[in-house]
């Protein structure tokens, strides 16, 4: 099998050839794969260029196709992060070249610079005050959240509507064409239909919006890891999230559900009746058909004989955690709605 | 065969092995995370291979009842299509790939009948409450479930 950007042995020298013919004579030092990413395979890339000088980068490519565990476009998210350099109340790291021939390792790669920190899931986990961390947290999601669709090169829906028919839809689409029966997401799909709540304007999606791909950096903190980013509704970030640190806590919503909320809606501009425990509960629901899609079709794979690994046999643990999220966010939901209703 | 120790015993003493023996003193991250995860999947393979044949055949029943009252009740073809392909294509094997077999098709009418029952007034909630028993299933099957390597 071929190891592609996994072969540390082999890719400091393709690394060091591909630099000389696109950007300048450089020594890699050292080339160690990174944790903390389930999906790409990353790599910390310290450089010695010609001129003398030091830098480290991050070589993000794909796993080789048989240890994929989720599936994303590279092209597209050079291409958005190219974008995002000129979106200035969105740090995160700069994405410096873009190797897209797959002939060299394996895989298009995309380099980015390294920025020195922990990720705000590491800074929590060793005691961060959480109420302290509700206002640049909801900060941040406002930010990714009002950016409009023109300002990054991201296909844009027509509509909102059409936009909900399309991600209702997908999950649909899972269902129909997975091997097994997948009666838990022709539930969910069928729920979602029928409990659409109320519209709110297109906006930016980072699609994997959690603690762990915030880098907590001397300067401030950066938002990593855009490879999900879609036009959508905003609120698919804040449902997602809290299906995520609901799984992997601390979760800023239990801590204070109400105070995140009412920071979101000032910082976003959004009412009261488009963000409420009953909305973030839809969205924490709706939001996940892009991780789930991948989920489903590596483990399909896996079935199939056509994908293997630790990493696709785990999508099976991650699919009972999700089904077990929307359970609990399904019944909330109804029961709130229950309760509005009298 | 050997029947003892049985497999789910067998599994869940690797599942010991890596969790105990090697992760503690490995120190390369990513194989770390792997073997975090190997651990995880062994303690699952162990209580599936313990009790997955009969869970899934119990589902089974459950799944056609419901989804032959969805077919009476609502007189849903999509349903009854499902449930037809059930009664053509199920097997009385107890070998696991027949199991699987018919869990899915019993699972693709609970789907399609799931889909037709909506807000029904009593075909919704008796849907809803198979799901939350096959939640229920899935909770077994991850004891001690973390996150591996994401901090």
């Keep these: 099998m071929e190891q592609g950007m996994l072969d540390t042995a082999a890719m400091p020298a393709k690394l060091e050839q591909w630099l000389a013919a696109h950007v300048a004579p450089a020594t890699v030092q050292s080339y160690s794969i990174m944790t903390g990413g389930f999906s790409r395979v990353m790599a910390k890339v310290d450089l010695r260029w010609a001129s003398g000088e030091n830098e480290t980068l991050v070589l993000r490519g794909d796993p080789p196709p048989e240890l994929a565990t989720l599936d994303s476009d590279r092209d597209a998210e050079w291409a958005l992060l190219s974008a995002l350099a000129g979106v200035d109340e969105i740090p995160t790291p700069e994405a410096k070249w873009y190797i897209d021939d797959e002939s060299l390792f394996g895989t298009k790669a995309i380099l980015i610079d390294f920025v020195e920190g922990g990720s705000l899931q590491a800074a929590m986990d060793a005691g961060l005050d959480l109420g302290n961390t509700i206002d640049p947290f909801t900060s941040m999601l406002a930010a990714v959240g009002s950016v409009e669709p023109h300002r990054v090169p991201l296909p844009a829906p027509n509509s909102w509507d059409a936009h909900m028919d399309d991600l209702i839809g997908r999950w649909k689409a899972v269902a129909d064409r997975n091997g097994e029966s997948l009666p838990f997401v022709r539930y969910i799909a069928s729920w979602l239909d029928r409990r659409r709540p109320e519209p709110v304007p297109l906006r930016l999606v980072h699609g994997d919006f959690q603690q762990g791909n915030i880098v907590d950096t001397p300067t401030g903190w950066q938002v990593v890891d855009w490879e999900f980013a879609r036009i959508g509704d905003p609120r698919e970030d804040l449902g997602y999230y809290a299906a995520y640190a609901a799984a992997v806590p601390p979760n800023l919503l239990d801590h204070d559900m109400d105070g995140f909320l009412n920071a979101y809606r000032a910082k976003t501009g959004l009412t009261e009746a488009q963000v409420n425990p009953v909305t973030l509960g839809y969205f924490t629901v709706l939001s996940t058909i892009g991780t789930l899609d991948s989920l489903y079709s590596g483990l399909d794979a896996m079935a199939r004989g056509e994908r293997h690994g630790i990493g696709v046999a785990y999508n099976s643990q991650l699919i009972a955690v999700g089904n077990d999220q929307f359970v609990d966010a399904i019944d909330g939901l109804e029961a709130a709605l229950a309760a509005a209703e009298g | ?151």
């Design chain 2, 1 to 151: 065969m050997q029947a003892q120790p049985t497999t789910d015993q067998i599994l869940n003493d690797l599942a010991r092995e890596v969790r105990e023996e090697l992760i503690p003193v490995i120190e390369d991250p990513a194989l770390k995370v792997n073997l975090e995860m190997m651990e995880q999947l062994l303690t699952a393979a162990a209580v599936r291979s313990a009790h997955e044949i009969a869970w899934m055949a119990a589902e089974v029943d459950a799944m056609l009842a419901y989804a032959n009252d969805v077919a009476d009740t609502l007189n849903d073809a999509a349903t009854s299509e499902a449930l037809a392909a059930f009664a053509a294509d199920s097997s009385d094997s107890l070998h696991l790939q027949d199991q699987v077999q018919n869990y899915s098709l019993a699972g693709e009418a609970f789907g399609r009948a799931l889909e037709a029952a909506g807000d029904h007034d009593r075909l919704g909630p008796a849907g809803a409450q198979l799901i939350r028993q096959r939640r229920d299933t899935e909770r077994e099957i991850r004891p001690g479930f973390y996150f591996p390597g994401r901090s």
